[in-house]
């Protein structure tokens, strides 16, 4: 297991001045960049979800990007900055992107913009618990090292989005659904994810906090200040930090409490946390109620048992929910990897037996007209746990 230091600086705006600063307090306990050498290929993995202005705190904020190339620049590396939102990995496709998302100005200090949109198939991950074999953007192959760049907000199907989430843009956009349709619950997918970081094991993570998404993330939620970059070499042990900041214990986030159970990640206590910023934690932070495990029902069997789960997962089960604002565009239906969205009338009707609750609907909805919703006797409940 990696060195379990994370640092956290407060930053409160993306000012250049303000930014630079901030990382030099930020990279020096950690080591600095002294795993870069002149002539590496370094991929930054950044968040760019999707085509949105940096403003809407959806994405990596391209003024803290642009000072992590620079310093990659002036160490002589050779670096390319990219991510697979959701959609399709091609270079029109990302061409939007990387315009909506400010992220060309990487292009002023040298730093390029991948444009190869070729994608590898590792048939054999041995070490791997769920993810076996996949596929997976070869940008991030042909690096030397992988500096994992992620933006802190909340997630529906995972409670928090931040570094360990990031690298799931490893997978071709197109591919993610997919994904999520052969780990359909939230302890398979977390267990995932957690393979994807130890197949790239990115050798730097950085959270952009400085401003996060909080309520309906993580790309439709409002912007909220934090004020704080974060960083670690142990990417487990970032996020368990980062989740402190908004309010949440490892349980609630699937992704930390199953990286300490593989021996991957430290619990809060045993973590070194360092900088000026450690302490932060926003105890108003709107996060999503993650939802309950389908496994939850398993013990129920026969009819009876059947209707007991079907009552139990209506009464219980976290789901998406059509609110306001629908333009009936129907991307929600595409993106759906259970076939549970059909179109009636303009509007996307949900087939709640088929719905695997992925969140994918709520995600990739341009409109936030898809919510999460946790019903009352849920909520009840999670207050008498
Ligand atoms: S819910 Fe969102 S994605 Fe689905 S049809 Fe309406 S606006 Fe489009
Ligand atoms: S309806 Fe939404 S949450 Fe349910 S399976 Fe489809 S995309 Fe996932």
């Known amino acids: 297991m990696c060195d379990s230091t994370v640092c956290v600086v407060k930053c409160n705006s993306y000012d250049s001045d303000e930014v630079k600063n901030s990382f030099d307090r930020l990279l020096s306990p950690i080591g600095g960049l002294d795993f870069v050498k002149k002539g590496m290929k370094v991929a930054v993995k950044v968040n760019l979800v999707t ?42 496709y990302l061409k939007g992107v990387y315009s909506a998302t400010g992220m060309r100005r990487v292009c002023d200090v040298g730093a390029r913009l991948n444009d190869d949109f070729s994608s590898t198939v590792c048939d054999s991950f041995p070490d791997a618990v769920k993810l076996k074999s996949f596929e997976y953007t070869s940008w991030l192959s042909s690096a030397d090292v992988i500096i994992n760049f992620a933006k802190l907000k909340t997630h529906g199907m995972m409670g928090m989005s931040a570094a360990v989430k990031n690298m799931f843009g490893a997978i071709p956009g197109t591919l993610k659904p997919e994904y999520h349709y052969r780990f359909s619950n939230s302890r398979d ?63 609630r986030v699937p992704t930390c409490a199953l990286a300490i159970e593989r021996g991957l990640g430290h619990s809060a206590k045993e973590i070194r946390a360092v900088g000026d910023g450690v302490g932060i934690s926003i105890c108003d932070f709107k996060n999503i109620d993650r939802p309950n495990d389908i496994e939850f029902f398993g013990g129920l069997i026969g009819i009876k048992g059947k ?79």
Do not use: W
Not at 61 to 77: D, K, N, Q, T
Not at 201 to 221: C, F, Q, Y
């Open 51 to 92: 085509a949105i202005k940096p403003e809407k705190a959806a994405t990596t904020h391209p003024a803290l990007v642009l000072e992590l190339c620079r310093r990659l620049i002036e160490l002589g590396a050779e670096v390319t900055v990219g991510d697979s939102p959701g959609g399709p990995f091609t270079g029109i």
């Open 189 to 251: 997918f977390a267990d995932m994810l957690i393979d994807i970081d130890e197949f790239f094991k990115p050798a730097l993570s950085i959270v952009d906090g400085v401003d996060a998404m909080e309520g309906n993330g993580p790309t439709m939620g409002d912007v909220r200040h934090v004020g704080i970059l974060a960083a670690s070499k142990n990417v487990y042990d970032l996020d368990t930090v980062c989740a402190s900041v908004i309010s949440l214990t490892p349980d």
């Open 307 to 385: 209707l007991a789960n079907k009552f139990l997962k209506s009464a219980l089960c976290t789901r998406p929910t059509l609110s306001r604002g629908c333009v009936g565009c129907r991307k929600c239906a595409d993106v759906c990897p259970a076939g549970a969205i059909s179109m009636k009338d303009k509007k996307p009707r949900i087939d709640r037996e088929k719905c695997i609750r992925c969140f994918c609907c709520q995600e990739f909805c341009p409109k936030g007209a898809m919510t999460v919703h946790r019903p009352l006797a849920a909520r009840a409940l999670a207050k008498i746990r």
